[in-house]
Nanobody
Framework: QVQLVESGGGLVQAGGSLRLSCAASGGMGSMNFLGWYRQAPGKQRELVASITTGGTTYYPDSVKGRFTISRDIAKNTLYLEMNSLKPEDTAVYLC??????????WGQGTQVTVSS
């Protein structure tokens, strides 16, 4: 059983930076897909960054050039470096992973609030 726990959220002014962490118990190395999602009130959950086992990353245009996903397999930790934050980045950020049998795991989320 894998458990994901996010941390690092908070309140930041527009233009600022935050680094989110997602600690995995039960092993992150076996996950085929790791990603960060966000969900703002009244909006659908959206993928903001992902990384595959082979290290291929993906970012939607809305965050490309500002967000960076990385992982430390030895520490079982996934990171999301967020720079040049905008008020529209305000959301609950969740990490997610897909195990080798296709099961998806979710963390509980961490709130990011960007003030203008």
């Amino acid at each position: 059983q894998v458990q994901l726990v996010e941390s690092g959220g908070g309140l930041v002014q527009a233009g600022g930076s935050l680094r989110l962490s997602c600690a995995a118990s039960g092993g992150m190395g076996s996950m085929n897909f790791l990603g960060w999602y966000r969900q703002a009130p009244g909006k659908q959950r959206e993928l903001v960054a992902s990384i595959t086992t082979g290290g291929t990353t993906y970012y939607p245009d809305s965050v490309k050039g500002r967000f960076t996903i990385s992982r430390d397999i030895a520490k079982n930790t996934l990171y999301l470096e967020m720079n040049s934050l905008k008020p529209e980045d305000t959301a609950v950020y969740l990490c997610s992973g897909v195990g080798p049998l296709g099961r998806r795991y979710w963390g509980q989320g961490t709130q990011v609030t960007v003030s203008s």
